[in-house]
């Protein structure tokens, strides 16, 4: 059986530069991902097609970022049973509150898990889809594991350097 691996969907390639921290998360936690832009408005045919055909090759969690009227992670969430994460993106004069609302408010029995709007909330979309497949994965956890303390060793080191300063 192949490897499972995480979609990470965007609804257009100028939500890019923001799903980079997704896949750095991803890449430094050696999880094995595909990307997509697609969009449940402009491709929903796309969208639809691709999802099913993920899942049956074995995609353990999908990942989906849009701005605006973000339908794509209520859309995906609705065509398969994995786990499906949101990121709700800054792309218009509302800074991220419409699709913050449009992902976040899913009906009973189809949820997306939002996580924060922007940047910090594609990060831990990447460390949240991780932790999901380290359920099954003991060496993933243990590199997130790693991960976690590398990251209270920086903060500590920061604050050695603040108290040395005063
Ligand atoms: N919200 C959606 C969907 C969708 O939900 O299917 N498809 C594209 N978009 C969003 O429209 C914004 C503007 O897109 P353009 O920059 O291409 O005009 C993007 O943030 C995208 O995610």
Do not use: W
């Amino acid at each position: 059986m192949s490897k499972p691996f995480v979609a990470v969907l965007m609804g257009s390639d100028s939500d890019l530069p923001v799903l980079q921290s997704t896949m750095d998360v991803l890449k430094s936690l050696d999880i094995p991902f595909e990307a997509k832009i697609t969009s449940a408005h402009r491709t929903p045919d796309v969208t639809h097609s691709y999802v099913k055909d993920a899942d049956s090759r074995g995609c353990a969690a999908f990942i989906c970022a849009a701005g605006l009227a973000a339908h794509l992670a209520g859309t995906v969430a609705g065509l398969t049973l994995k786990p499906v994460i949101g990121i709700p993106l800054d792309a218009g004069p509302l800074q991220g509150m419409d699709a913050l609302l449009s992902t976040v408010q899913m009906p009973g029995g189809i949820p997306v898990a939002t996580v924060a709007v922007g940047k910090a909330g594609a990060k831990n979309a990447g460390y949240l889809a991780a932790q999901i497949l380290a359920l099954s994965d003991p060496e993933l956890a243990t590199r997130i594991k790693t991960d976690r303390e590398a990251n209270a060793a920086s903060v500590i080191e920061k604050d050695a350097k603040l108290q040395a300063s005063l």
